[in-house]
DNA sequence: TACGTTTTTGGGAACGTTTGCACAGTTTTT
DNA sequence: AAAAACTGTGCAAACGTTCCCAAAAACGTA
């Protein structure tokens, strides 16, 4: 803001005490005398003073706050995320910055790049759908931003990463519908790219096994941008329906919702004949129809568990060498 | 971030000249003959250079960013909006800071304090469902920080606000549940601090009155906290069943969604037979069931324009003095 | 050659903090 | 009584920019 507000400066001069005392005395040191402290205490209270954090990050070289980068906000699981991260956050006395990639691996550079220019302390990101070479995150980190992968992270980086247990809970959900009945189960994808495309497909494959159901690769649609467009769900529906399925597992937030809308759109009629159990945190699935199984994915404390290992890693005296990837169990939510 | 990095100083040093002169031929000023230009940029280029906007901030007093307030982001009205600020601020240079009120005023006023000592340039604001008191938001706006209110605007503040046509979205909703046939409407709606609520009931008047149907103010029913907390929708559709309303017309896009779960809920059997109309932006409403009509908010319009007319307030040469309030047309969306 | 212009460059202060170091005054130790 | 240690404060530099002002270089003209 370009309008005047009080400064140590204006207080110093105000109490005939110099800048180092002020700032001493307002950061509680152990140098200055109660009495001064209080002096200056109270008459910062009364000016309203705010200290300039710009100034403060500018010197110390640090800002005191913390970037995230997901695909969209729009996104039932990204906006809890960053609800849980925001908790620790606030507690902790960081701010965040939340940046979207949109599933795009340009713009997900471009934001990483700005953010960083922009001081933040350290990095909370979930890969773009798109994003294979990660050599720029590496550099950041090289040069000593601590960063910490969450959902979508990459495979050789040696960091701290917080993920759902996506094998369980693909397994879970695919075994839920082998249990009802099903025996042609579809598996609707993100990009290959994707850790938890990997991961997912492995669960859904290793249901299939235990019920001694041959696993099929045409029934595995990827989608390469996430169902961010809506005309690339539609073509992985209409490939897929040809083959009769009688159950689908898809494994995003977005391609869940987006397959459905698809199903009904392109082929009302099937719709609700196609038994579907999807990730998603969608808090309002008890209105779809039709009504699916869902994977919920703790969503919540995945920011909460994320954020605490990144601030342990911008407060840590000494470089953190020991990283762990802590592995949240996601919910199954069986339909109605 | 604490790690090193080239700065204009190290350019200086490298080609022999001084800071001044590096500065001016990064910014491409006259008074630099072209050839140091070129001899610095290319250095620029060469060591990768980014200029620290910490620094430029300080110094210049003001941050390239503007904030955001919102109830929650997980709102698919809000990161729509949100999604429509972006893409003009991007383009004009400006970063973007989003803080969620979670329809707290406390909330809502320190992340607004927050975000002014960090030096944003401008801020967009809707305000939560409980903030009553703005003699904050006037105090910082005299002081110098244009602020732009969306959605959610107050009576008596002389600046820029963007809105929907709030009295029509509603008045065509009520209308056309009318022409379906519906005679006992009821109203659900938000705290009666806002002014969408206030807005949106006049219009919710004037369709019945159009119809002659008497307006029952014990049809009406606020809602606090907007619908963050179902208890309180629950209460909310429990008064209103015993009235045996035909139709329901609902005014935000969480209470839209809620009010649907709460009457599946706790009265299953009646949920499909209550017609529904509610604004709700949400891109899933052809997945609902009960379906519903619903009115649409041009979010992201909304958030382009509030945008535009803010960085036309940060940029002015001279105090704006003349304001406007734009109002946005909404759209119905028939239940299927 | 000397002078005045114009063009290009540099010096240095400022933005608001934090912090190493020095120093004065007081208290403790020997 | 002198030396040592401790307390509380101030000076000044630094963080990376921008920009006012002055100075130097280049050019033109008489």
Partial sequence: MRFETSTIKDIAKALGLSTSTVSRA???????????????????????????PIAR????????????????????FFSQVINGIESIAYDKDYHVIISQSHESYKQEKL?????????IDGLLIALSSETQDIDYLRDLYAK???IVFFDRVPKDFETHKVIANNFKGSFDATEHLILSGKR?????????????????LEGYKAALIKYHIEFRPELVKYCQHGGMHSAELE????????????????????????????????????AHKIAIAGFTNSNLV??????????????????QVATELLISMIEAKRPVTEFETKVLDTELVKKR
């Fill in 286 to 303: 008890e209105l779809f129809s039709p009504s699916l199984t869902s994977v919920k994915q703790p969503a919540f404390e995945m920011g």
């Fill in 26 to 52: 307002l950061r509680d040191r152990y140098e200055i005398s109660e009495e001064t402290k209080k002096l200056v205490l109270a008459y910062a209270e009364k000016v309203n003073y705010r200290a300039n």
């Fill in 144 to 146: 000593g931003l601590p």
């Fill in 57 to 76: 990050s500018l010197k110390e070289r640090r800002s005191y706050s913390i970037g995230i980068i997901v695909s969209e906000i729009a996104n039932n």
């Fill in 184 to 200: 042609t189960i579809a598996h609707l994808t993100n990009s290959e790219n994707l850790s938890i495309t990997k991961e997912r």
């Fill in 111 to 119: 934001n990483v790049e700005h953010l960083a220019s922009r001081s």
């Fill in 235 to 270: 073509q992985a529906v209409k490939e897929l329906l040809p083959l009769q399925p009688d159950g689908i597992f898809i494994s995003s937030d977005r391609l869940t919702t987006g397959c459905i809308m698809a199903l009904k759109k392109t082929n009302p009629e099937v």
